[in-house]
């Protein structure tokens, strides 16, 4: 943890941004970094249907990501518009909330860390392959439970397989294009909570 500490305040330093007032959330930085790395390596990986892959017989990478329908984790942990160094996109008009960021974030790895089980439970072969994202999930879950305020969140049931073993990789791999682009979302919402400009 106090390696970690070190590192925010030296990366914040080395740029000249505020020093994280609350270094210790940035082991959370640390573990959303390190699931949008096993993400985007599992969705890039080449499927053999010889050696049954993951995505063996289709292209991952070239297919449409399918995002949760009902999640609003994109618009509430938009920065402020009153935050100057806030994204150039567009802002939300109301200020910005960190429990209500943090709930749909963790709402969302919920939902993410139910589909992953599902899908180990009913193809037990791709364990090996989903082993690290589902880690990743868990250990950022675990993160966000520890360093930050208690905040539930729940989404409907979003029902998205089928039965068949290659539709199921098809959806999974959408799914799971889908998570990354979430994965990114979240990486950022963490930098902005963690840089304490939400606060000022």
């Not at 806030?86 to 200020?95: G, Y």
């Not at 989404?155 to 199921?168: A, C, E, L, M, Y």
């Amino acid at each position: 943890m106090k390696t970690c500490a070190v590192f925010c305040v030296f990366v914040a330093l080395a740029l000249g941004s505020p020093v994280p007032p609350n270094t210790e959330r940035c082991n959370c930085s640390t573990a959303a970094r390190f699931l949008l790395s096993n993400l985007s390596h599992i969705i890039q990986k080449d499927g053999k249907i010889g050696n049954r892959d993951l995505f063996a017989g289709f292209n991952c990478t070239d297919l449409e990501a399918q995002m949760i329908p009902h999640t609003l984790t994109a618009s509430v942990c938009q920065p402020s518009a009153s935050d100057d160094k806030a994204s150039c996109s567009s802002h939300r008009s109301s200020s910005f909330s960190e429990t209500e960021c943090l709930t749909n974030i963790r709402a969302d790895l919920r939902y993410y860390d139910v589909m992953l089980n599902w899908y180990l439970n009913s193809y037990k072969p791709s364990e090996t392959d989903l082993s690290p994202v589902k880690t990743a999930t868990k250990a950022l879950m675990d993160c966000l439970d520890k360093n930050f305020e208690a905040a539930d969140g729940e989404f409907p049931q979003w029902h998205i397989w089928s039965g068949s073993s290659f539709t199921d990789r098809l959806s999974l791999c959408k799914t799971l294009k889908g998570f990354r682009i979430r994965a990114i979302t979240v990486n950022r919402a963490l930098g902005y909570i963690g840089s304490g400009e939400h606060k000022k």
